[in-house]
């Protein structure tokens, strides 16, 4: 009977209570990263050459996955294919299954095939200098803008993510001592970050409470301050396309992202 319950536990059943539960102990952009990997479950059963099932995540299913995240899921960008994030849901995936086993849901089933594959990163980083001059932009005309940059030099000189920065409030600045203290939402760890460069002038141009601005926005627009900036230093990326390298040139200014703070 034991041995038989890979067959009999839905994947995706198993997967909805295993997000349920998690809500109570992570934070909501954990939470965030299990529905993706939900999702492209759910997207690669057309994919597949056979059920997805507990009992069917073998080395088949395993390349098969791989095949389908690399080179067939449509990134919300309308791009093809992901990199890094493909290895991040393959590591969401082994801790989702071994939860179900460590709790006797399903017997123990190998997943030594199930490697993190990781390339490396095509992030960017701006020198002190760049940034003195997007901080030094008029940017009267476009208060968004302003505020997008304001956001995103505070970010680059406290190191914080995103979902950090974006909540940002007086709670969390102790005038004092001039330094930012709060628990980081992703990992639920305490940090201490000194105020130094431009973020005391920024803080307190908001009331201590940055503007709050979506993600997506913020990545549409914040390329701009680089290109205002003439941030066109050319920049190589390579991705590999299974045995390929494919090649592209871009200006620094098209790589700004809200991951270049970090």
Request: glycine share 4%; charged share 35%; aromatic share 10%.
């Amino acid at each position: 009977e034991y041995e038989l319950r890979p067959n009999r536990v839905d994947i995706f059943d198993a997967l909805e209570r295993y997000i349920t539960e998690k809500a109570l102990v992570v934070s909501a952009d954990q939470i965030k990263d299990y529905r993706t990997l939900r999702k492209h479950l759910i997207a690669f059963k057309e994919h597949s050459s056979q059920p997805i099932t507990f009992h069917n995540l073998n080395l088949i299913f395993y390349n098969e996955f791989m095949d389908y995240l690399f080179y067939k899921v449509i990134k919300p960008d309308g791009s093809v294919g992901f990199t890094n994030s493909a290895g991040k849901i393959i590591r969401l995936l082994k801790g989702f299954v071994n939860y179900q086993i460590d709790k006797g849901v399903i017997p123990p089933i190998d997943l030594k095939h199930f490697k993190v594959v990781e390339e490396e990163t095509d992030a960017i980083y701006l020198s002190e200098k760049e940034l003195s001059t997007i901080h030094e932009l008029d940017l009267s005309d476009d208060k968004q803008l302003e505020e997008i940059r304001d956001v995103f030099i505070t970010g680059c000189f406290t190191g914080l993510r995103y979902s950090d920065l974006s909540t940002l409030s007086p709670e969390h600045i102790d005038l004092d001592n001039e330094i930012i203290n709060l628990k980081q939402r992703k990992v639920h760890k305490a940090v201490i970050i000194p105020m130094i460069d431009y973020v005391p002038e920024i803080l307190k141009k908001y009331n201590y409470d940055l503007p709050k601005i979506p993600r997506y926005i913020f990545n549409e627009r914040v390329k701009e301050l680089g290109r205002r900036a003439k941030l066109k230093q050319k920049i190589e990326i390579v991705r590999k396309k299974g045995k390929e390298r494919e090649k592209r040139v871009y200006e620094k200014w098209e790589m700004i992202s809200s991951h270049t703070c970090r």
